[in-house]
């Protein structure tokens, strides 16, 4: 990317995660009512330390770090960098405020526009473009992290009129027919990727066939009147340990009411749309109304094939296929390269994006992973056959 497109998408992105916190009271930006969701006042610090720990300190002549103690504080899991607090204590964290969090924000920003002004070392464009999309990513996760804040909060508030987020449609109907072949996977153009789609590689596919269509809140409604959630038979066993744990007996932020089915979203609580692609499910679920079905989940490599004739991208979609690596895949040398293959171990794969998805941050090779018993996320179902 040339430094001059470069710096106008550092602006463009930055001011985008501030406008999806501009809705926020201050009192919105600190809590962390469980350990996977991030206060987001972390997320504009860390997404803002990635710029500072990796481009100015070692690009920028004579930069001095802002804070010393926002390393141990706003470092994520980059063990190469030192040491930080714990997930868990991210909501912990009150001081530094809010306030001195988008001081913070401000003052790296200067310095990158500075240095991004004069900047032609390849090396350091690369690390720019890839702090962009990190900071994308934690935009998506800025959304569904308030999405549970203020979902979890027992008056169920708007967090801005009209944001409802999970009433999409499906626009078509039907199966789509893929020929038994070999194929080519994996990213292999021109622009940007994460290492993790690198090592373009051809799979052999058996003829299958794949819904057009997401699963909606009607279909998964009749899963649930079925019993689905109380026969043992549809569940992988670590999924049903997982109800039964946890009581589960529907998508997250369902709730019944008098009889009605509501959920929570951005734009308060709402009677279930019938007629919306189902969210918040995790691959658990995903898996067992798959069962009921007498169908499946699509392969990755099913997904991606496919994913030419399909209309994608409201909803992150699960598949039959757990978070590996690609032939030949290495990490990149450092703390860049704790970005992605350390969590190649008890993850799976979601394919295509999310109504959460930051503009231009979404590719048919992303390969987007998450634990099975996560639901958080803008998460659908797929079925194929």
């Known amino acids: 990317m040339k430094t001059s497109s470069i710096r106008e998408a550092y602006n463009s992105v930055r ?37 500072e720990t990796f481009i100015l300190k070692n690009f920028l002549p004579n ?36 306030k001195a969090v988008y ?45 549970y804040i203020l979902g979890h909060n027992p008056l169920f508030p708007v967090y801005k009129s009209g944001h409802n987020l999970v009433d999409s449609t499906n626009t078509e109907s039907g199966f789509l027919k893929i020929q038994e072949g070999v ?37 998964y409604l009749e899963f649930m009147e079925a019993g689905g959630y109380q026969d043992f038979n549809l569940w992988l066993d670590e999924g049903w340990s997982w109800v039964n744990e946890h009581a589960v007996n529907s998508p997250m932020y369902w709730h ?17 749309n019938p007629n919306a692609m189902l969210s918040h499910i995790s691959f658990f679920e995903a898996s067992a109304f798959a069962q009921w079905k007498q169908m499946r989940l699509p ?10 004739n399909l ?24 703390a860049v390269g704790e970005y992605n293959g350390k969590f190649m171990i008890n993850q799976m794969i979601l394919r295509g994006a999310s109504v959460g998805t930051s503009p231009g941050h979404s590719r048919k090779t992303y390969r987007n992973f998450f634990h099975a018993r996560e639901r958080w996320q803008f998460t659908g179902i797929r079925l194929a056959k």
């Open 311 to 334: 209309d994608w991208g409201k909803r992150w979609e699960w598949t039959n296929s757990a978070y590996l690596p690609y032939p030949g895949f290495t990490k990149a040398p450092g």
């Open 103 to 147: 001081a913070y924000r401000q003052h790296v920003d200067r310095c990158m526009d500075e240095l991004l002004e004069k900047l032609d070392d390849p090396q350091a464009l690369t690390l720019v473009e890839l702090g962009l999309h990190h900071e994308q990513q934690h935009q998506e996760l800025l959304v569904t992290d308030i999405k």
């Open 63 to 98: 930069y001095q770090v802002y804070d010393p103690d926002f390393n141990y504080l706003f470092n994520s899991y980059y063990n190469n960098v030192g040491e930080r607090t714990l997930r868990t204590d991210r909501g912990n964290v009150t001081r530094p405020t809010t």
């Open 15 to 51: 001011k985008y995660s501030e406008l999806i916190c501009a809705p926020l009271e201050t009192e919105d930006y600190v809590p962390q009512p469980v350990p996977f969701v991030s206060p987001p006042k972390w997320h504009l610090a860390h997404s803002t330390w990635f710029f």
């Open 256 to 272: 019944k009411i008098n009889g009605v089915w509501h959920y929570y979203t951005l734009d308060g609580l709402q009677k279930v």
């Open 299 to 308: 392969t990755e490599f099913e997904w991606e094939i496919a994913a030419v």
């Open 183 to 219: 194929y080519d996977v994996g990213f292999a153009s021109d622009g940007f990727c994460f290492d993790n789609e690198l090592g373009a590689h051809k799979v052999y596919l058996h003829e299958f066939e794949i819904s057009k269509a997401l699963v909606t809140n009607e279909e």
